[in-house]
C-alpha cells in the first residue's frame, strides 16, 4: 500500500501537503508495543520478505532488499526500541521510510492506524536518561494510551543523507 504518490507536489503545494499532513501518523505494533511514525516520513507499507544478510551491518540491521531497482536497508526496529526482537514470520510487515533522499524498512509486528492527533494531544516524553537525542519525539494522547512517536533521525543517524 503505498501512502505517497510518486509524483511529487507542486511548486506551492508543499506547504499545503504539510500543513494538511501535520500531527498524522502512523501506528504500529513492534514487540508487543504501539508506536507512531509521522506519515510524511512512511513511503509504503510492504508484506514480510526475506532479507539478502549483509556484512559489518549497523546495530539492527537484518539484511537489504531489492525494492523497486533500489537496495533499502531492512531494520528489526524490536531490539533498538528494547522490545523482543522479531522472528522471521510471514505475518509481519515492512515499513519503507524516507531519511532524506534515502529509504530504510523497519519491521513491524502490525499496522495499527493512522491516526490525526489534536496539538492538545500532544505531549513531550520525559528526558529521563539524560539523553538530548531521545529515540521518542512526542508521545501522542487517544483515548486512555499514549504513543510514542519514533524519531528517525535519531534512530538511524548514520542512514540519514541529505
Sequence with gaps: MDFLSDRGPERGEASSVAAATA???VTFTCGQRLFGIEIMSVHEIRKWSKTTPMPSQPYGAC???DIRGSIVEIYDLAP?????SADEDASKVIL???????????IADTVSDIIFAKPEDLRVPPNGNGQEDSTVSKLVKT??????VLDLDVLFPS???N
Aim: charged content about 15%; aromatic content about 4%.
Design 23 to 25: 500531527n498524522q501518523f
Design 63 to 65: 539484511g537489504v532488499l
Design 143 to 148: 483515548g486512555d494510551q499514549l504513543i510514542a
Design 159 to 161: 542512514a540519514r543523507v
Design 96 to 106: 519503507v521510510v524516507s531519511l532524506g533522499r534515502r529509504d530504510v524498512g523497519v
Design 80 to 84: 533498538m526500541v528494547g522490545a523482543p
